[in-house]
Structures are given as structure tokens and as C-alpha cells.
């Protein structure tokens, strides 16, 4: 749509002065492409979806314009005075990301002086009512948990003037919509924004059906793995994942950290243990875990504790550690959005990063799509890390390796050399 295509700073593009000197304390000076495509929109009060890829700025594309608002109702409309009733509402995807959204949003809210309050599953009911009794304006919540408070008449929403849609292709996605429309409905006031790293052809569908017609701003970087970030894929045999995997680990020396992901939790169990057996520093974590549990993991590997976090896609949304050096996919997932998520942990914010794809033949169909999403960093399907164990499973490479243990298992011969399965 074009919007601030022109604007260089935060201050050309509308930011109040007080906000722009908290971003610098941060560190930032300069708005990241998302910021200049969405500030505009957003913070001329217009309904709008803003695609851009995972890491890119997005919390602030929302939150900056977000708290901006709200700071304008204040004046217009006086500060708010009822508990449980916020003016501003932020929907994501995990409690995680719950957390780290409200911890970037109070960031901008403490200048402000506005109240941050958050809600999200897993959480005791004498918690959340505590939060409930107090007044504030933002509420961060998982769509869920919220509904039912609503439903419950335990927060009102007659008095949102925004309402934003974060991490959108998973929140909209089949199963998942329900608790939205309905935070959507019960926010008659509010103007909803709508933020996501992909956009598959039905949510958009479904946006473009929206009675405010939400603008489409897509960043020419979405759907794409960042130019700093290297992409390489190493063929290997199921049975050998952990040896591959450790190879890896090897090669990165030992004060890379990085993530490593597993489509289950079982899965993530093995893949700990296999790893804790070759002698690395393994943090495991999943939806198996009690929340606080999770919580207490993940605040220690931020923190510097364990040099590889295996999980789940539970850390693929929710996770923004700076000084990852790596991905590690176990195996690849079967949605094209997670594999987007689960990259953009790494080469946040232009930094350097490498993502490893462990490659069996049942991976092969979903080759073609990693490969498209590669297409904006440097992708290697060369040869693996150690040949002995990760060698590529090409067809005539296959053959000649059974051709090798019939020959074996018929002749006895010693000294035949063999390949771990």
C-alpha cells in the first residue's frame, strides 16, 4: 500500500517523541521495514494486516502505534477508571509469547503511564483474579482463556478501541478461529490490526471478508529466510538423527547455543536423551511440562543456562533470545508457517544465524517449500557434515549400499566397510 515508503525515523513517521527516546534506550533508532510499512496505517487509526517475516520488529510495529492510541482516548475520553475493562487488547498465541509480549509492551507503557496487565492458560484462577480487580489499559492475552473470562462477565470489552491479532496464522487457523471471533464480537469499539509472519490463502480469504476491510501490507521479506542466515540440509537415515544432530553440535563449537525442534513431545524426549548420551547441554521443553515449569526452563536458557533448548513448536512463536546461533530441525514440520517460525528464531534483527535440516526420506515431499522459503538466504544441500553417518540417500547411492550388505551378509567378508542405519 506504500505506506511511509518515504519515512526514515520514528519521528517522520508520527511517533511521539517520549516513545521514540524509550526505543533508543533499547537501543533502536532506526524502524525495521515492517515498522515503516505499518506505523502509518496503524497509527492513522486504519484496520490493517502486516505480514513480515518472524523477527523482524513486529511487536513494536503493533505496540508503538497501540500505546499511541490509547494515549490519545486518555485525553480525549480521560483515564480509565473500571477494572477488568482495558482499551487496548493484544491476542497471541502461547503463554510464552503472552509473556514476552506484555514484557515488550511495558517497555513503551512505563513512559506512557499506562497499565500492562496479561492473562493466559495455566495460570491459577487466584492469579488471574487478582489481575482482574485491578484497573488497567492493555490486556495480553491467549484467545481462550480470555473468551471465557468474557463469557464469564469477568472482563469487559465494550471499551477497546484496539484490538490486535498477533501471530494470525496460527490464531486464525481451522480449529482455532472460534475464540477470536468471539473477542472480535464482544469489542464492538475497537479497531482490529492483524500481525503475522505467513499469510495462507484462507485466512486471507477470510480477512478480505472482514466488514472493515482490513489494508493488506506485506513486506517483500515475508515468506523468506533472512540474507544473514544459512540455510543447509543434510540427508540422513531415521536411526541416525542423534549421531547427525551431534555432528552438528560438534562442528558449532561449544559456545553456540541454538534451538533444536521435534514435531511431539515424545519425540523431543528422545532427542534430549540421544543428546545427553554424546556428552551435550540439553534443556528439554513441552506442552508435557506444567506451565510453570516451562516458564522457570525457558527464563533459564534465556538466561545463559544449557546450550540447546529442545522443544516443540511451543518455543517456535514465543522465543526471542538474541544470541542464537542456530536452528536445528529434527525433523521437518508439516506446515510451511511453522518451518517460518521455527527459523526466524535465529537472524533476528539482521543478525548472522545457520538453520540445519535433518533430512529422511519421509522429509522429501516438504524439500520443494523449505527450499522456496530458503530462496531470500543461502541454502546448501551439499554434502553432510560427517559422510560416514549423514551421507545423501540419492537412488543409486542406496542401491550400491544394499548391493554392499547382501554382498557382506552372503561372503562373510571382513573388512567391508558399514553404515550406520
Avoid at 513503551?108 to 491459577?124: D, I, P
Avoid at 526452563?297 to 522465543?319: D, S
Wanted: net charge positive.
Amino acid at each position: 500500500m506504500g505506506y511511509g515508503a518515504a519515512m526514515s525515523n520514528f519521528y517522520e513517521l508520527g511517533v511521539l517523541p517520549e516513545l521514540v527516546q524509550a526505543l533508543a534506550a533499547k537501543g533502536i533508532t532506526s524502524p525495521s521495514p515492517v515498522q515503516r510499512m505499518a506505523l502509518p496505517a496503524f497509527l492513522a487509526g486504519k484496520s490493517a494486516v502486516a505480514v513480515a517475516r518472524t523477527g523482524s520488529g513486529k511487536t513494536f510495529a503493533f505496540g508503538l502505534p497501540l500505546v499511541q492510541r490509547l494515549r490519545e482516548a486518555e485525553a480525549a475520553d480521560g483515564p480509565a477508571t473500571d477494572p477488568a475493562r482495558p482499551r487496548g487488547v493484544v491476542l497471541t498465541s502461547t503463554r510464552e509469547l503472552v509473556n514476552q509480549t506484555a514484557k515488550a509492551l511495558k517497555t513503551l507503557t512505563h513512559v506512557a503511564r499506562l497499565r500492562v496487565r496479561q492473562v493466559s492458560g495455566g495460570e491459577s484462577v487466584s492469579d488471574t483474579n487478582a489481575a482482574l480487580r485491578q484497573v488497567f489499559d492493555v490486556l495480553v492475552a491467549n484467545p481462550p482463556r480470555l473468551a471465557r473470562l468474557v463469557a464469564e462477565g469477568k472482563v469487559n470489552l465494550d471499551d477497546v478501541r484496539v484490538i490486535v491479532v498477533d501471530e494470525a496464522d496460527t490464531l486464525l487457523a481451522p480449529g482455532q478461529r472460534p475464540p477470536v471471533e468471539a473477542l472480535l464480537t464482544a469489542s464492538t469499539r475497537a479497531t482490529p490490526w492483524w500481525m503475522s509472519a505467513t499469510l495462507p490463502e484462507p485466512i486471507r480469504h477470510w480477512l478480505s471478508t472482514r466488514p472493515e476491510r482490513p489494508a493488506l501490507l506485506i513486506s517483500k521479506d515475508a515468506h523468506t529466510t533472512p540474507e544473514t542466515v544459512t540455510v543447509k540440509n543434510i540427508p540422513v537415515k531415521g536411526k541416525s538423527r542423534g549421531d547427525a544432530a551431534s555432528d552438528v553440535l560438534v562442528s558449532l563449537g561449544p559456545t553456540a547455543r541454538g534451538i533444536l525442534f521435534c514435531n511431539r513431545r515424545e519425540t523431543a524426549d528422545a532427542a534430549g536423551d540421544a543428546l545427553r548420551e554424546r556428552g551435550h547441554d540439553i534443556v528439554v521443553v513441552h506442552g508435557g511440562l506444567l506451565p510453570r515449569e516451562r516458564e522457570k526452563a525457558i527464563k533459564a536458557f534465556v538466561a545463559g543456562g544449557g546450550r540447546v533448548l529442545v522443544t516443540t513448536e511451543l518455543a517456535g512463536r514465543g522465543l526471542d533470545v538474541l544470541d542464537l546461533a542456530f536452528v536445528l530441525n529434527w525433523e521437518l514440520p508439516e506446515r510451511a508457517s511453522d518451518y517460518v517460525h521455527r527459523i526466524g528464531r535465529v537472524g533476528r534483527m539482521g543478525r548472522a544465524g545457520r538453520v540445519f535440516n535433518l533430512i529422511t526420506d519421509s522429509d522429501r515431499h516438504l524439500l520443494a517449500e523449505v527450499e522456496r522459503l530458503a530462496s531470500g538466504g543461502k541454502l546448501d544441500t551439499g554434502e553432510p557434515l560427517r559422510a560416514a553417518r549423514t551421507r545423501r540417500t540419492t537412488t543409486v547411492q542406496g542401491a550400491r549400499e544394499a548391493a554392499a550388505r547382501r554382498k557382506k551378509t552372503a561372503t562373510s567378508q571382513a573388512g567391508v566397510k558399514r553404515f550406520d542405519e
